[in-house]
């Protein structure tokens, strides 16, 4: 979309002003950003190195925004690519954390369109009849949280080794709905982000909003990888991305709520 209003001064601003305020201002203001239209949240984006202009899109538009359209220019994620997937109550999805190279990536992908079935000599079914265990990745994950409405709501049993297994709907946890209460604790945190700002020791902060929301600390040892198998050319692709991270909220010293990325395995983006 060509504009967007800042909440912290009111102003609407084209993309083109907004690129031009003072780095500081924008940093700031660039987390409390609406649609003009629909008033959700909105996050901006610095022309790319690669020539891209700047510009701004939402986080999503709710339902039915006119200016949706505006943004499918821009990659604006979760759009248009859903597969159908049948979860019944009770289904245990197992998240599959481990990565590598390309062969590994294919195998998943191939195994995850076949049938259902049991791999490593694991036991399925003790459910019940409909009941299934499957193998899921990160970023399958992710997606069924962005196009699926229905999945974060469910009573899929997410289970993640070495961690207490919880129903989608209390192991997943959007952006916005983030309290207190899940500080210290282990779940998939997930929404969208407004901004990457570089920290102290070469860390990269992703952030999804102003100072009371909460954000994703990169450390500078996985930034890389995280970078290349994302195919995000520079930081500033962070800005609009979707983020699913499974680890623990902490909260800091100055009431910061944060989670660090501690494994390159427990991010996915889109
Ligand atoms: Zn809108």
């Known amino acids: 979309m060509d504009t967007a209003i800042c909440t912290e001064d009111g102003l609407t601003y084209t993309a083109v002003e907004f690129s031009r305020l003072d780095p500081l201002q924008l940093e700031r203001k ?23 202009g700047a510009c ?14 505006t943004d499918n220019e821009i990659r604006v994620p979760g759009t248009g690519d859903d597969q159908d997937e049948a979860f019944n109550p009770g289904d245990r999805i197992i998240v599959e ?20 079935r049991p791999r490593g000599g694991r036991h399925i079914g003790e459910g019940g009849p409909h009941a299934a265990q499957m193998h899921r990745r990160l970023s399958t994950l992710l997606r069924l949280l962005v196009t699926a409405p229905n999945f974060r709501y469910s009573d899929q049993i997410i289970a ?19 309290t207190p209460l899940h500080i210290g604790q282990f779940r998939g945190f997930w929404g969208q982000l407004t901004d990457a700002r570089e920290g102290a020791d070469g860390v990269l902060w992703l952030n999804s909003g102003g100072r009371a929301e909460m954000s994703f600390c990169l450390p500078p040892e996985h930034r890389p990888e995280v970078m290349q198998r994302f195919r995000l050319e520079e930081e500033e692709d962070f ?3 979707y983020i699913l991270v499974l680890g623990t909220l902490h909260v800091s010293r100055n009431n910061k709520k944060f989670c660090v990325i501690d494994d390159p395995a427990v991010i996915a983006l889109r």
Do not use: M, W, Y
């Open 239 to 241: 800005s609009g991305s």
């Open 160 to 178: 993640v080794t070495n961690q207490p297994e919880l129903p989608a709907r209390d192991f997943f946890v959007h952006l916005s709905d983030v």
């Open 30 to 52: 660039r987390r409390h950003l609406i649609c003009e239209e629909c008033g959700l949240a909105a996050f901006f984006r610095k022309p790319s190195r690669s020539g891209r």
């Open 97 to 116: 954390l481990t990565f590598g190279g390309q062969d590994g990536e294919v195998h998943l992908d191939r195994d995850e369109r076949g049938p259902r």
């Open 56 to 69: 701004f899109g939402a986080r999503p538009h709710r339902e039915g925004c006119n200016l949706a359209a």
